[in-house]
């Protein structure tokens, strides 16, 4: 049962990358899943989640219109399309599942209601 978050890098100020979630071990589409960031010194916060059923996105203020989340259900899959990446975006990503409120609020949860997290990924945005 794990999670495994790939696909970031260095990258400059403007460009993009696209983030990906790979999922193993169990029933994926019962779960929402979320991306989550943690930069140096700071919490870890919610950025985006999309839900187990419909597929409903959710996105925090500061990304929206930049990134873009998916999953491929078949592949057992969440994407997180980053662009226009700016150096606050910089930090370790990380994604999770959700399996008690499919997403809601997922940016002001307590972040021990996200039952599985994978191995983050390093995301360095220079100026």
């Known amino acids: 049962v794990q999670l495994q978050a790939s696909g970031g890098g260095l990258v400059q100020s403007g460009g993009y990358l696209r983030l990906s979630c790979a999922a193993s071990?169990?029933?994926?589409?019962?779960?929402?899943i979320g991306w989550f960031r943690q930069a140096p010194g700071k919490e870890r916060e919610g950025v985006s989640c999309i839900g187990k059923s419909d597929g409903t996105t959710h996105y925090i203020d500061s990304v929206k219109g930049r990134f873009t989340i998916s999953r491929d259900n078949a592949k057992k899959m969440v994407y997180l399309q980053m662009n226009s990446l700016k150096p606050e975006d910089t930090g370790v990503y990380y994604c999770?599942?959700?399996?008690?409120?499919?997403?809601?609020?997922?940016?002001?949860?307590?972040?021990?209601?996200?039952?599985?997290w994978g191995r983050g990924t390093q995301v360095t945005v220079s100026s």
């Open positions: 999770a599942t959700d399996s008690l409120q499919d997403c809601d609020d997922f940016e002001r949860r307590p972040l021990y209601e996200f039952d599985l």
């Open positions: 071990g169990f029933t994926f589409d019962y779960y929402g």
